[in-house]
């Protein structure tokens, strides 16, 4: 079955320290997305990738950094100069920016202690 | 600035109609998504609108006036598990969804 995975589902980390979150996809999609969802909020986006080896940061791209080596994997590292990181991680893909529907991941919450 | 207003909360009985507005100023646009988001889960396409006019997809249909800026997201014969969060979000000139808050339906029996 084609689609995303994203895991841990749960994760808890200390204040100050780094943490990565997988993405993965085997759709074959070009376009990979990172939101993040706040209570009381829209998703807001975190950076996006439309090719392997290219990505842009979107509206809240401070204390987060990605990386895009392959066509399947968008892994989204939280660090610590992320001054407010707990929040639930929503990944996306799509076949490209234009006019697609984003198939999204199962998310990741991610609390910091 | 980019804005989408939507109701925070709406609720339906079992069975009837429901229509979530979504109003939209953006910096271009390049069509309109409706999402499904069950608590805790990840959204779910519902549908797209680009032109003007209704999409009709089984109980779920959306309307898009661009000249308002204006859709809506009607869903019939409801049923408990449409209980959820209903997300609308355009799609900017710079191709990048724009997204509302979301509204939650609630169900009653």
């Known amino acids: 079955d084609g689609g995303i995975t994203q895991s841990p589902k749960y994760l808890f980390r200390k204040e100050g320290q780094n943490v990565t979150l997988s993405c993965e996809q085997n759709?074959?999609?070009?376009?990979m997305y990172w939101y993040r969802q706040d209570p009381g909020q829209g998703l807001r986006l975190i950076y996006y990738?439309?090719?392997?080896?290219?990505?842009q940061k979107g509206d809240i791209a401070e204390g987060y950094s990605v990386s895009r080596e392959k066509k399947e994997s968008f892994p989204l590292t939280v660090t610590s100069a992320q001054k407010n990181p707990t929040a639930f991680y929503l990944c996306?893909?799509?076949?490209?920016?234009?006019?697609?529907?984003?198939?999204f991941g199962p998310g990741t919450r991610l609390t910091v202690l | 600035g980019q804005n989408i207003d939507q109701p925070t909360e709406m609720t339906a009985t079992e069975g009837a109609i429901v229509q979530i507005n979504c109003t939209y100023q953006?910096?271009?646009?390049?069509?309109l998504f409706w999402y499904q988001q069950h608590a805790g889960e990840a959204p779910t396409f519902l549908s797209y609108?680009?032109l003007d006019g209704l999409e009709e997809k089984g109980r779920f249909s959306s309307f898009l006036s661009r000249s308002k800026g204006y859709s809506y997201l009607l869903l019939k014969e409801l049923q408990m598990k449409d209980s959820a969060s209903y997300l609308c979000?355009?799609?900017?000139?710079?191709?990048?969804?724009?997204w509302g808050a979301g509204t939650k339906l609630i169900i009653k029996p």
């Open positions: 996306a893909s799509s076949m490209g920016l234009a006019g697609n529907e984003q198939f």
């Open positions: 759709l074959n999609h070009d376009a």
């Open positions: 990738s439309q090719i392997v080896n290219d990505f």
């Open positions: 953006t910096s271009g646009f390049n069509g």
């Open positions: 609108n680009v």
């Open positions: 979000a355009v799609m900017d000139s710079n191709y990048q969804l724009i």
